[in-house]
């Protein structure tokens, strides 16, 4: 299978301790996306690479979270210091640097703050 | 950025059509339509795009209004695998690979 991965599909964690989740694009995709989906919303954007260039980041990514593509291949979130509103899908997505810029999801890693 | 205005849910019956509404009435001349679906415990997948025209591939249809204040996206022949949250995005086509902005979408449920 070629498309999107994410590790792990699921994390527990008790509150304040760090979590770090990692994405494998699509090999050839050099723009990789983070989101955030809370239960019965849409995805939210967090941030963005393109190859190792972060180009965006949401408001909504907070001080305690760190996203990072070293060698423009895989990436990885880091959320420092979890709370319970932290618990959510995080959802990476990775497309071609061309229109129309098709995002192709991972199938995600759920966190849940105890 | 401009929104868009979906059911919260709908129902059909399978091997019938579905049509999926969207409003998008502050659409700007360079936005597109973007619909992306979302199955059970997956992560959303790209459906159909279009600007004007109506547009068709095989996995739907995406029929656009003339003043383009609106469009739907038609699954001409529903089965139980197209139970889903579907989603209509606006994407501005000069700007390159911006984020996906997503509402709340609307559920679809295929009854057998």
């Known amino acids: 299978d070629t498309g999107v991965s994410q590790n792990p599909r699921h994390k527990i964690t008790k509150r304040g301790q760090n979590v770090t989740f990692r994405c494998d694009p699509i090999?050839?995709?050099?723009?990789l996306y983070w989101y955030r989906q809370t239960l019965g919303q849409g995805p939210e954007f967090l941030t963005y690479?393109?190859?190792?260039?972060?180009?965006?980041k949401s408001r909504l990514l907070s001080d305690r979270f760190s996203a990072e593509r070293p060698k423009g291949s895989f990436s990885t979130l880091e959320i420092q210091r979890t709370e319970q509103g932290d618990s959510a899908m995080y959802l990476c997505?990775?497309?071609?640097?061309?229109?129309?810029?098709?995002?192709?999801f991972g199938p995600g890693t759920r966190l849940t703050v105890t | 950025d401009a929104k868009t205005t979906q059911p919260n849910s709908m129902e059909s019956n399978e091997e019938e059509p579905v049509h999926l509404p969207c409003n998008h009435s502050?659409?700007?001349?360079?936005?597109?339509i973007h619909w992306y679906r979302q199955l059970p415990s997956q992560g959303p997948e790209y459906v159909i795009h279009?600007?004007?025209s109506n547009v068709n591939n095989r996995m739907a249809s995406l029929a656009i209004a003339e003043d383009r204040k609106s469009s739907t996206l038609i699954l001409h022949r529903a089965t139980l695998r197209d139970a889903a949250v579907y989603y209509c995005?606006?994407?501005?086509?000069?700007?390159?690979?911006?984020?996906?902005?997503f509402g709340q979408g609307t559920r679809l449920t295929i009854n057998p």
């Open positions: 279009g600007l004007t």
């Open positions: 502050t659409i700007s001349g360079t936005d597109y």
């Open positions: 090999s050839e995709h050099n723009r």
């Open positions: 995005i606006l994407r501005r086509g000069f700007q390159g690979a911006q984020k996906l902005v």
């Open positions: 690479f393109q190859n190792e260039a972060q180009l965006e």
């Open positions: 997505a990775s497309s071609l640097n061309r229109w129309p810029y098709e995002q192709y």
